[in-house]
């Protein structure tokens, strides 16, 4: 094996891409994708670089080994027990989540494993998760002394209040069937054919307009924070914004004429 290659199987995050998708693989299984300083630097640094990447258009997460995640890396967290570590690796895992909804371009959980704590975390974080139906996710943190508290901000914007708060005080495990209920992943589906369903959502994606999906993204993350009044107003000024653009008036026409929309706008 190259000295290049053996780098490759050893970096803590993985980057591929093919057809506008980037799939980024979180590589520590041996750890459980557990989300130590190396692997957070090298995700938030690609979730740049993507988003200034103009041949991506949908970005996929995923993990490798037998878990998604795990949470962040707890022996880490002891060895460096000092505060000023501490309150820097919260605002980096922090400002990847923040990185991931600002994405101007889809973002979809891979999830074939457990999730857990901040693992759970970048499920509910991901606009889209498909997952295998014999996943499990858990904000466990009560049952070491440390609440979820990062977990929780993204938890409680993608389900009920008590469903987020039954998960955070009692740190039960949930499996897939629930957390497809209560609205923390999109769908489920056999671990075979996980894939397959990935595949079809991206494929679903690939076939908008990346600029309308851009748009789109950004107006829902805004308004979902707005009183409702507010949230009208910044839509109807997104709405009439969308209308001026030339696929919008493409989609209009293609649908019209029942043919094919041909999108030039990116």
């Known amino acids: 094996m190259t000295a290049a290659a053996q780098a490759r199987i050893e970096a803590p995050l993985l980057r591929a891409d ?26 938030e640094r690609e979730l740049a670089a993507i988003a200034e990447d103009r041949s991506v258009r949908v ?7 037998p878990a998604f995640c795990a949470g962040h890396d707890l022996k880490e967290m002891r060895a460096n027990p000092g505060r ?20 101007p371009k889809p973002v979809i959980a891979r999830v074939h494993g457990p999730a857990f704590a901040a693992g759970c975390q970048l499920v509910a974080t991901c606009d889209i998760a498909i997952a295998a139906d014999t996943t499990t996710y858990s904000t466990p943190g009560v ?36 957390a497809h209920e209560v609205g923390l992943v999109t769908r489920i589906v056999p671990p075979a054919d996980l894939d397959r369903a990935l595949a079809e959502t991206t494929e679903t994606l ?19 924070e707005m009183g409702l009044a507010d949230a009208y107003d910044y839509a109807s000024r997104v709405a009439t914004e969308n209308m001026m653009l030339r696929d919008a008036g493409e989609g209009i026409d293609a649908f019209i004429a029942k ?8």
């Open 206 to 224: 690939l076939a908008k307009s990346s600029r309308v999906l851009k748009i789109g993204k950004e107006a829902f993350y805004r308004q979902i």
């Open 59 to 65: 970005v996929v997460i995923a993990g490798s080994g």
């Open 259 to 266: 043919r094919p929309p041909r999108w030039t706008e990116s």
């Open 84 to 103: 000023e570590f501490q309150e820097a690796l919260f605002r980096q895992c922090s400002r990847i989540m923040l990185a991931i909804t600002r994405l």
């Open 18 to 43: 093919g057809d506008g998708v980037a799939t980024l693989t979180l590589n520590r299984p041996a750890q459980r994708n557990a989300l130590a300083r190396e692997l957070m630097t090298a995700l």
């Open 143 to 178: 049952h070491i002394g440390l609440f979820c508290s990062t977990p929780m901000v993204a938890l409680s914007r993608a389900v009920s209040r008590k469903a987020a708060m039954h998960m955070l005080l009692t740190g039960d495990v949930i499996d897939a069937k629930r």
